[in-house]
């Protein structure tokens, strides 16, 4: 056999250094070189490593509110912050261990981290909202319900104690937040309330009028006053309001009607003026305020009979330094006057049923008196 022709003589070459493949299968051909695919690393500018990122752009997450309210970070939780004022002696406002009763009190709650919707105040010891003395009116102003959701709130307390403030916050994005703390309220403390009469009623002649007042026969006559109070360091002063809660007088003349005034119909009828009578600067210590009534009613000529008929409450009040500082009622003296005469030719004579006493002493804190107007204002009882 001859050997094939030198330009078809085949031998056994190894395949082209282009072509190379590794791991060749059986039967299964080298792709072209344009296509050899090799493991080849990325190039560096495609190059994906975890890196931190740089300091300077680090941006936690943030969440929108529903809304669409503020921007809120995700990783801080919304608080409250909850602020307690008292009004000074020269009407600055500042924060204070131990508040005052009848000094004006403003509370204030701000949302940190989210945005204020409304509020519920829940305020122990039984604030007002203010209270009215004058010789028109005498009134306590409740806190009422839109008082109570607002975010400030201004307020006073009649009373001494501890108290709670607390408040439930709804932030724009529905949330709830709750905070409170506790207030140390303090008052002067009155030991002694106490009223003095002689217990009866007498007719007495006065700048040549005759009169029935309160008095034994030939004796003194008129009701006395006096408060005693303890007082923890306090500012301020001491007076009297007197209300008459009864008030009835009939006039009986010898010819034609009567005249009757009757304060009826749970009115009460303020006393002379407010306060009523010398304030008493408070002092370290002990203080005392005293005061009388002579209460009397006069006859004309033509009277024939009178019926008079009071009963009244004398407060021993107290108002903290400060432009806008109430008056509160520490202790009360309540007291009852019967007062019945007729004309027996020309002598005036009492009638059974004549008295005046004392009803009523408690040097505990009260409520405040209130009035619809002036006793004078029935009648003018000088006519």
């Known amino acids: 056999m001859k050997p094939p022709h030198p330009a078809t003589v085949q031998r056994k070459q190894p395949p082209h250094a282009a072509t190379i493949q590794r791991n060749e299968q059986p039967g299964k051909q080298p792709p072209h070189a344009a296509a050899v695919q090799r493991k080849q690393p990325p190039h560096a500018a495609t190059v994906a490593r975890f890196r931190p990122p740089h300091?300077?752009?680090?941006?936690?997450?943030?969440?929108?509110?529903?809304?669409?309210?503020?921007?809120?970070?995700?990783?801080?939780?919304?608080?409250?912050?909850?602020?307690?004022?008292?009004?000074?002696?020269?009407?600055?406002?500042?924060?204070?261990?131990?508040?005052?009763?009848?000094?004006?009190?403003?509370?204030?709650?701000?949302?940190?981290?989210?945005?204020?919707?409304?509020?519920?105040?829940?305020?122990?010891?039984?604030?007002?909202?203010?209270?009215?003395?004058?010789?028109?009116?005498?009134?306590?102003?409740?806190?009422?319900?839109?008082?109570l959701e607002a975010q400030i709130v201004t307020f006073y307390w009649t009373r001494p104690g501890q108290y709670q403030v607390s408040v439930a916050v709804t932030t724009a994005d529905g949330g709830q937040l709750q905070t409170a703390r506790a207030c140390d309220v303090a008052g002067p403390v009155a030991h002694r309330a106490d009223g003095h009469t002689p217990g009866g009623v007498d007719i007495r002649t006065i700048d040549e009028t005759e009169y029935i007042v309160a008095g034994s026969p030939h004796g003194p006559h008129g009701i006395d006053f006096v408060f005693e109070?303890?007082?923890?360091?306090?500012?301020?002063?001491?007076?009297?309001?007197?209300?008459f809660t009864r008030y009835h007088l009939e006039i009986h003349p010898d010819h034609g009607q009567a005249?009757?005034?009757?304060?009826?119909?749970?009115?009460?009828?303020?006393?002379?003026?407010?306060?009523?009578?010398?304030?008493?600067?408070?002092?370290?210590?002990?203080?005392?305020?005293?005061?009388?009534?002579?209460?009397?009613?006069?006859?004309?000529?033509?009277f024939a009979q009178i019926r008079f008929e009071l009963d009244a409450d004398m407060y021993l009040v107290y108002r903290p330094v400060g432009p806008n500082a109430i008056w509160v009622a520490i202790a009360r003296v309540g007291w009852e006057l019967r007062a019945y005469a007729s004309k027996h030719g020309d002598v005036w004579q009492r009638d059974v049923g004549c008295r005046c006493e004392v009803v009523l002493e408690s040097d505990d804190y009260q409520a405040l008196p209130e009035w619809e107007a002036e006793a004078s204002t029935l009648l003018d009882l000088d006519d």
């Open 55 to 147: 300091p300077a752009v680090a941006q936690p997450q943030l969440a929108r509110p529903r809304d669409g309210g503020a921007v809120q970070r995700a990783d801080v939780v919304p608080s409250l912050t909850l602020t307690i004022l008292g009004e000074g002696t020269n009407g600055n406002e500042a924060e204070e261990e131990l508040y005052n009763v009848g000094q004006r009190i403003c509370v204030r709650v701000d949302v940190n981290d989210a945005v204020f919707q409304s509020a519920q105040w829940t305020l122990g010891g039984n604030p007002i909202a203010g209270y009215v003395a004058d010789s028109i009116l005498g009134s306590i102003i409740e806190l009422d319900d839109d008082d």
């Open 229 to 243: 109070f303890q007082n923890p360091n306090l500012t301020g002063s001491f007076n009297g309001i007197q209300v």
């Open 259 to 302: 005249l009757i005034v009757d304060g009826a119909n749970n009115r009460n009828y303020l006393d002379s003026d407010v306060p009523y009578g010398d304030s008493v600067d408070i002092e370290a210590g002990v203080g005392r305020w005293e005061a009388s009534d002579s209460p009397a009613q006069g006859f004309d000529d033509d």
